[in-house]
């Protein structure tokens, strides 16, 4: 089977383990059933922006060209930090049409297990995919709350007491630690501030993910399709946007978007 894609994020869903499927000029690829199989991953030297659709010698950051990073409002600023959105006060950064869509609808605060213990905000609507995205073993809501602000603010405030970020080498090695999410949610709800404290929430359901991995590599190492062109190996399994071969070579789909490959299993 030989097919052509242009890479980005991978679609995921949570059963009994995470289901993933990679993106083909006319379908799916579902990934699961190819851990434990020889694939051959193809850089075609092309790359085309995930925003205005045009080719490209280079992308500049995301999988958007200069012009889009610095201009389309799907990379603006409160994409990466939730604080800056201003939106709620009828402020544009970019688009305020498109920018009342994304951040005038209920957020969550969270805390998860990912390489470490960290704190993240996301749309309601992307529970769980957003844990998924991020290779999460385990996640629990803190707060929800009305918009994208409020929830950048919690976290704000939160990040003084935890960290913000995914150890993506810890997450691909599986050392997550056997963190009590509750007891880490009662410890950190005091943080948040006074006047944001009434969105905290009492749903203290944990949720648990399993991913589709026949073995977690010791030690692992990033694999770059402008530097490594070609990948030929066994699929170790997937975690987060991360294809992990045998040696722990890990190959982040989400971050070569827009990258143009050929697979072959």
């Not at 603010?153 to 990040?159: C, G, N, Q, R, W």
Request: net charge negative; aromatic share 8%; with cysteine.
């Amino acid at each position: 089977m030989e097919l052509l894609s242009t890479l980005s994020k991978m679609p995921a869903f949570l059963n009994e383990q995470v289901e993933y499927l990679l993106t083909t000029d006319n379908d799916f690829i579902k990934i699961n059933p190819l851990v434990g199989q020889q694939i051959n991953i193809l850089f075609t030297n092309e790359k085309y922006c995930s925003s205005c659709g045009n080719q490209f010698q280079d992308l500049f950051r995301m999988g958007f060209c200069k012009t889009c990073f610095f201009e389309s409002p799907m990379a603006g600023e409160s994409i990466i930090r939730p604080e800056l959105s201003t939106a709620h006060e009828d402020i544009a950064d970019r688009d305020l049409d498109f920018e009342k869509k994304l951040q005038l609808q209920p957020h969550v605060v969270y805390l998860a297990a990912s390489g470490g213990l960290k704190v993240g905000v996301t749309r309601k609507t992307q529970v769980p995919t957003r844990w998924i995205d991020q290779g999460a073993s385990a996640a629990i809501v803190l707060a929800k709350t009305t918009n994208r602000y409020e929830a950048g603010m919690i976290e704000v405030a939160l990040k003084d007491h935890v960290s913000d970020k995914t150890v993506w080498q810890r997450m691909l090695k599986n050392e997550d630690n056997d963190y009590d999410l509750l007891a880490e949610k009662e410890r950190l709800a005091p943080f948040v501030p006074e006047n944001l404290n009434q969105f905290v929430t009492e749903d203290n359901n944990i949720t648990h993910l399993k991913f589709p991995v026949n073995s977690y590599p010791t030690k692992v190492k990033s694999i770059n399709l402008d530097k490594t062109p070609e990948i030929n190996a066994v699929l170790q399994g997937v975690r987060g946007q991360y294809l992990i071969f045998e040696g722990g070579a890990s190959l982040n789909v989400r971050a070569h978007t827009g990258y143009r490959v050929k697979i072959s299993v």
